[in-house]
């Protein structure tokens, strides 16, 4: 997508697609032009927000006598809540092996709500320079619940151009948002996806040890060949809220493929003639990655106990 927006009324109204919004403003891509627009009135009432990636119509705001307007948001494959995007085809989580330290059980929970959205997951694990050791682990934990594969990477060192080149290849054409806390590298793949510098990139904070939000905002880009990249700002927090307890082993692949259990409703969480235990001695499922089914699975349960009161 172009960076500089254009200001032409010739082809209006026209369809587009939102590649940024920053203070209520969005911008639309459409025909060739670009185009800053704010939602109808329409859409606060009706609780609707736009989001980067919605497909939607641009017009000439006639009640202000210039500017643009959103009239229409067309209907979404998918939306995510964090990063707030729609119309995702994969989802490119990034984890660095240290600085800032990984968190797995937050990485848990993104796969699985972007697996209920029916997109596919990609991992990167970055800063293998820094600890390799950590970075094979977190590989074992995770080969076999992503799609793709999972690559381990030093995006700033030698062979970060080739990694980003073999990462490039694999990406689905559509949309792929690339996900994850804020330090881990997120930008600066973006910037070696598009071989170029299109976002800015920032280490950690001194004081905190953690990522500094270099990303304000969510961006899309087009990587060419039918690709498209959305690079978002990085978070610590997120709670499932889509999933029910009962469903949630629908979502590890880990689970697919298994032996029966005892028990039709199994919830693998300790039921005697559960299928973990091969699991676990095969190594298809690792012991962190279980410890953290059976945390969610408490937390899903809770909730829904919670619910009505």
């Known amino acids: 997508m172009a960076t500089d927006t254009v200001l032409s009324r010739e082809k209006l109204p026209c369809e587009g697609k939102i590649i940024r919004g920053i203070g209520g ?38 009640e202000e006598g210039s500017g643009f307007v959103i009239t229409e948001i067309m209907p979404r494959k998918n939306s995510l809540v964090r990063p707030a995007v729609a119309n995702v085809d ?18 848990d929970k993104l796969l699985l709500s972007v697996r209920k959205k029916g997109a596919a997951v990609m991992l990167v694990i970055n800063k293998s320079d820094i600890d390799g050791a950590a970075a094979e682990n977190i590989k ?8 793709g594969g999972v690559f381990v990477a030093s995006l700033e060192g030698d062979g970060a151009d080739e990694t980003a080149k073999n990462i490039k290849d694999v990406i689905p054409k559509g949309v792929t ?30 004081k905190t040890e953690r990522g500094k939000h270099t990303t304000r905002h ?28 009962r469903e949630l082993p629908d979502y590890y692949p880990e689970f697919d493929g298994h032996a029966p259990c005892r028990f039709q409703d ?44």
């Open 25 to 62: 403003i969005y911008t639309v891509a459409g025909e060739g032009n670009l185009y800053d627009a704010k939602p109808r009135g329409i859409f606060r009432l009706r609780s609707v927000k736009p989001m980067v990636g919605d497909n939607v119509t641009v017009a000439v705001d006639r």
């Open 218 to 245: 969510s961006e899309l880009f087009d990587a060419g060949d039918g690709k498209y990249l959305i690079d978002s700002p990085g978070f610590s927090f997120f709670d499932v809220f889509d999933v029910s307890f």
């Open 140 to 147: 074992n934990e995770y080969k076999n619940c992503v799609d």
């Open 177 to 206: 948002v690339l996900c994850g806390q804020s330090g881990v590298g997120k930008s600066t793949l973006t910037n070696r996806l598009l071989s170029r510098d299109a976002m800015q990139t920032g280490g950690l904070s001194a």
């Open 266 to 309: 199994c919830s693998h969480t300790g039921e005697p003639g559960c299928c973990v235990t091969e699991l676990l001695s095969s190594g298809k499922l690792s012991k962190g990655r279980y410890g953290r089914y059976k945390e969610i699975y408490e937390e899903l349960l809770e909730k829904d106990k919670n619910k009505y009161k």
């Open 90 to 107: 994969c989802v490119l989580f990034i984890i660095a092996a240290a600085n800032p330290k990984p968190d797995l059980a937050l990485l």
